[in-house]
């Protein structure tokens, strides 16, 4: 009869157990995910030129273009993945040689020519024939990785992850 009893509170006791390990777990999974989104949260905070978070000037004429510039090859990058040409040539981008940046001192003196450089390679691409569309977009996106190190490191790694990888 005891031995009976001593292998019920035995088996409860495997069952508590059981239990807390499964809350363990759980609750481990859910601070990890809590990381991965701070991980996300800081890595588009650090998407901009300068450490300061406010610019007192509003966004700069060059920093929303470049917003723009983002968007439209994140859209391009989906539709030259479907084998898609893209539309017309955006011409508002050649605003990027005299578009105003956040500090004067941000565009030295080899900002003209990267930017001259990414404008032959968007250009290259909006006339480029169906089986080089991936490699002359990834060309794009390399253009504007080049300008970013000298004069923008900030978002570089936001604007790598527009490359397409096969
Ligand atoms: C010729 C140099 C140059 C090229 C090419 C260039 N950028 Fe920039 N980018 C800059 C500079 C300079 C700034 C900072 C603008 C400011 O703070 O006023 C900037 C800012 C940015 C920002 C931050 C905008 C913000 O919200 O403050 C993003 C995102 C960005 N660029 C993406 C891109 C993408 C995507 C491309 C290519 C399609 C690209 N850039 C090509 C120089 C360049």
Do not use: W
Request: aromatic fraction near 6%; glycine fraction near 2%; charged fraction near 25%.
């Amino acid at each position: 009869m005891a031995s009976k009893q001593m292998a019920l509170l035995l088996k409860n006791k495997f069952f508590v157990i059981i239990t807390l390990l499964c809350f363990v777990v759980l609750l481990s999974q859910c601070s990890n995910k809590d990381k991965n989104l701070s991980k996300e949260t800081t890595q588009k905070d650090t998407a901009t030129c300068s450490s300061k978070k406010i610019n007192p000037n509003g966004d700069s004429e060059l920093a929303l273009l470049m917003r723009k510039m983002l968007q439209s090859s994140a859209s391009l990058k989906e539709m030259i993945k479907q084998g898609k040409l893209p539309d017309k040539f955006p011409e508002e981008f050649l605003k990027i040689h005299t578009a105003k940046p956040t500090d004067s001192e941000t565009k030295k003196a080899s900002f003209d020519g990267f930017a001259a450089n990414y404008l032959d390679n968007l250009n290259t691409l909006y006339h480029s024939p169906k089986e080089e569309l991936t490699q002359n977009y990834n060309a794009v996106i390399n253009s504007c990785v080049s300008c970013h190190s000298e004069h923008c490191p900030g978002p570089i790694k936001a604007i790598k992850k527009l490359t397409i990888t096969k």
